[in-house]
């Protein structure tokens, strides 16, 4: 079965600090996605990333950078110098590779992100 | 740019009432979901639709129904609305994926706020 589990419920840290939201996946698939999604407190979803199983490279985007290892299933997303508009519930996917059709989300539970002026 | 659109925004039910939530995408994508978001819980998939013609269950479709009205638009309609309904729905859509490298995101509404008295 596909899992994923976001152990932070909530976090708050003070404007500028660094922080890291967890995510750690489960799932038996060989060629699976994982993905985070911003909920800002206007309540929308939107899409910040989507990784590969075969793609172990890091990423970064501006202050936004990703850690994937499939060694320990974790997929981290690391905020740099955390600003007040970062204040969001984060929210970690996962989906497999069902030829294209049937792509499901599987979603951890979500942290919510508090950032303090 | 539309993207995905759901009506209505805000919703307030009794208990027995039916109801309708509309969803249209203008991106031309193949497929389309329904999910529900309950605090803690995170995004449950209620039900999806892989392309037009085509409509399966999810992982809460117990007093759901759904139609995939067109390639554009798919609906959500309870029955009988009961308390446990209280939520909120998002409406998701995305474009098929070619390949095991290819898998595309879901992009998301702005989400129905639900409430049955």
């Known amino acids: 079965a596909q899992k994923v589990t976001q152990a932070q419920t909530e976090i708050s840290v003070v404007e500028k600090e660094d922080v890291t939201l967890d995510c750690v996946y489960e799932?038996?698939?060989?060629?699976?996605?994982l993905f985070w999604y911003k909920q800002p407190p206007s309540g929308e979803l939107v899409f910040l990333i989507r990784?590969?199983?075969?793609?172990?490279q890091n990423e970064i985007s501006g202050r936004y950078s990703w850690n994937f290892q499939k060694s320990t299933s974790s997929f981290n997303f690391t905020i740099t110098a955390s600003q007040v508009v970062d204040s969001a519930v984060y929210f970690c996917?996962?989906?497999?590779?069902?030829?294209?059709?049937?792509?499901?989300?599987?979603f951890g539970t979500g942290t919510l992100l508090a950032v303090q002026p | 740019n539309a993207g995905v659109t759901q009506t209505p925004k805000f919703q307030v039910l009794k208990t027995g009432q039916s109801m309708t939530l509309q969803c249209a995408q203008d991106?031309?994508?193949?497929?389309m979901y329904w999910y529900r978001q309950d605090p803690g819980m995170g995004l449950r998939l209620i039900y999806y639709?892989?392309?037009?013609?085509?409509?399966d269950k999810g992982e809460v479709p117990n007093g759901y129904n759904v139609s995939r009205l067109n390639k554009r638009e798919f609906s959500l309609r309870l029955e009988s609305a009961a308390p446990s309904q209280t939520s909120v729905y998002f409406c998701?859509?995305?474009?098929?994926?070619?390949?095991?490298?290819?898998?595309?995101?879901?992009?998301f509404g702005d989400g129905t706020r639900l409430s049955i008295l």
């Open positions: 998701a859509s995305r474009m098929a994926s070619t390949g095991p490298y290819s898998n595309q995101p879901q992009h």
């Open positions: 799932t038996r698939d060989t060629t699976y996605y």
């Open positions: 990784r590969n199983s075969f793609d172990e």
């Open positions: 996917a996962l989906s497999g590779y069902y030829g294209g059709a049937t792509n499901k989300l599987i």
């Open positions: 991106m031309n994508h193949n497929s």
């Open positions: 639709s892989a392309s037009e013609g085509t409509t």
